[in-house]
């Protein structure tokens, strides 16, 4: 498959959200959430509040944010955070349209995020994974990120 790599534009709002959505059945906090606890939150599923997530990824470093396409078509996206007095990089959210997948261009993404805060002359880079995600569990190693630790989460309904 041939595409490229780009800045986000704003008109790519809509398709990475949709993407967003598709991409983290099963593998988003927000997701866990409502199926551990049970039924929506503040009148909203989890749908919505991850893909307010999107939102606020393109509030905090549009510049930072970039866009798989082929043919005019959104593939995949990575998003990205710069703390510069840290010089840290961070990626937020990672995600490939399901008829674009194991083709690479997860892969490929990581690598343009990375070389991104190389630019920036960050000096290191981190990326979360929920361990519901098998997919991520294998990418992130295998593109040169090590395990640090692990996190539990926990929530009760009020």
Request: glycine share 10%.
């Given at each position: ?10 008109g ?49 470093n ?13 593939l ?23 008829d ?13 995020a ?7 002359k ?30 539990v ?6």
């Open positions: 498959m041939k595409y490229c790599i780009r800045k986000y534009k704003e790519d709002l809509e398709a990475i959200k949709t993407i967003t959505i598709e991409g983290f059945v099963g593998v988003s906090l927000d997701h866990s959430l409502e199926e551990k606890l049970g039924g929506e939150f503040g009148g909203h599923d989890w749908r919505w509040r991850k893909a307010r997530h999107i939102d606020e990824d393109v509030a905090a549009s510049e930072g944010l970039f866009v798989a396409e082929a043919d005019g078509s959104v995949g996206y990575i998003s990205s955070m710069i703390d510069r007095e840290a010089g840290k990089g961070r990626i937020p959210n990672l995600a490939v349209a399901p674009a997948r194991g083709q690479g261009l997860g892969r490929a993404l990581i690598e343009y990375l070389d991104y805060f190389r630019s920036e960050l000096e290191y880079a981190v990326i979360e994974t929920m361990e519901s995600n098998p997919i991520g569990q294998t990418l992130y190693p295998e593109t040169g990120f090590q395990e640090i630790a692990r996190q989460h926990y929530a009760q309904r009020l």
